[in-house]
């Protein structure tokens, strides 16, 4: 019973921590294959194995490896004008590592016979490209890049010669296209906190601390942002002018907190945005990378960008605490952020959505020493120092200083008798 309840915690873990494989589009041609129900059903590396061990029986395999590619990719008619002319094609848009399959199969027959092609002329290209016909043979073509145009030139060439030749030819890619992958693996991440509604936290919650405050949490998959109250100060012009203090609330909705990037939508190489929705305004907060550390650099309300009053950085490997934040703007309004915790995920294995996931130790703000008591200690040190040289040279007033020497007489010294 003990050796059966181990297996299962083994396959558990094993199960959690399996890896998104790359799984590239694949174009067939020169027989029918079968259909899926759905274009966006993923053909496992098992199925494919299957796939062309069967084809390999009567057929010589050729494939055709670009460097990387995307379902995108595939769908440029303009891209592949020979490929356009080929009927009976079968298109999968996601194959789990297909080389891989083919390499299991060449494993028990013939090698794959490898060619890299330099698409120079034509007249070399045919030279490149020329195969006997040998059913049961596997040849593989690396393009080693992404130029389409010229994939498709050279596989039209490669046509050309098996008219009369049982040959079944396909078209892929070494790996899929990084930011399809990555988007993939962001998904998968989302599908299975989805799996279990008690594992997955809400977007907005309410955490009562200490003080009988609630402390409101808003979650996405790569920050957790985390405060007492938002207070925006702000100068009403007029006859009698005044200063304005409103609480900005979030609204209560799966859209409070959304995160964008500077660059790809899973690259926060370039920093971030935090983009709240409050019935104010919308409140974008910016966060910049800076050599490993990560620096709150300004928010804007309105068209109006508030800049901290001090230098906020804190490392990746902790999370930002603050007791309250205060930032300025140029002309004189005031926006403070109390009890404000703020978590960045770099971790594509990790998501502020999962109530598992704990937050990162604190960095903390407070300061134990405030301009004001480091100009007044100096003051004071000063002062001290300059009191205790006069007090040195008031006691010294009136001291003899020279000494008495055994060999000489008495030193004279003046009396009143």
Not at 143 to 161: I, K
Request: glycine letters at 2%; proline letters at 4%; one cysteine or more.
């Amino acid at each position: 019973m003990m050796f059966l309840i181990w297996i299962i915690w083994i396959l558990n873990i094993v199960t959690a921590s399996a890896q998104v494989s790359s799984s590239p589009p694949v174009l067939i041609w020169g027989i029918k294959t079968p259909k899926l129900k759905t274009i966006f059903r993923l053909v496992t590396n098992k199925q494919f194995y299957g796939l062309m061990k069967k084809i390999q029986k009567e057929h010589m395999i050729v494939m055709y490896f670009a460097s990387e590619l995307s379902a995108k990719d595939l769908n440029c008619e303009p891209c592949f004008p020979n490929l356009m002319l080929i009927k009976n094609m079968n298109y999968y848009s996601q194959v789990e590592e297909p080389l891989k399959a083919l390499q299991r199969v060449s494993q028990k027959t013939n090698e794959i016979i490898w060619h890299k092609l330099l698409i120079t002329n034509q007249t070399d290209l045919k030279l490149e490209t020329k195969m006997p016909c040998q059913p049961g043979r596997i040849h593989a073509f690396d393009f080693q890049d992404r130029n389409r145009l010229a994939h498709d030139y050279a596989m039209g060439v490669s046509n050309s010669q098996f008219d009369n030749c049982p040959v079944v030819q396909a078209y892929t890619a070494l790996k899929e296209e990084n930011l399809a992958y990555q988007r993939r693996k962001e998904q998968s991440i989302i599908i299975r906190t989805r799996k279990n509604e008690s594992d997955m936290a809400p977007h907005l919650s309410f955490i009562s601390t200490r003080s009988n405050n609630e402390l409101i949490v808003l979650r996405c998959k790569q920050a957790i942002l985390a405060f007492n109250r938002i207070l925006l100060s702000y100068r009403e012009t007029g006859k009698s002018p005044h200063m304005v203090r409103t609480n900005l609330t979030v609204r209560r909705n799966n859209q409070a907190m959304q995160v964008g990037t500077y660059k790809e939508p899973i690259d926060l190489s370039a920093g971030l945005v935090l983009v709240l929705d409050t019935a104010f305004s919308p409140i974008v907060i910016e966060v910049l990378p800076v050599k490993g550390n990560w620096y709150l650099t300004r928010v804007i309300i309105n068209d109006t960008t508030f800049y901290p009053k001090d230098l906020i950085f804190f490392s990746d490997d902790f999370s930002l605490c603050c007791s309250e934040v205060n930032f300025f703007a140029w002309d004189k309004s005031l926006l403070s952020l109390t009890d404000f915790h703020l978590d960045i995920i770099t971790s594509a294995d990790k998501s502020g959505m999962l109530l598992q996931y704990q937050a990162k130790p604190c960095w903390s703000t407070s300061k134990f020493l405030t301009p004001t008591l480091a100009q007044t200690l100096i003051v004071m040190f000063l002062f001290v120092g300059i009191f205790s040289i006069g007090m040195v040279f008031i006691t010294n007033i009136g001291r003899n200083e020279l000494v008495q020497v055994a060999a000489e007489p008495d030193l004279y010294i003046k009396t009143d008798q």
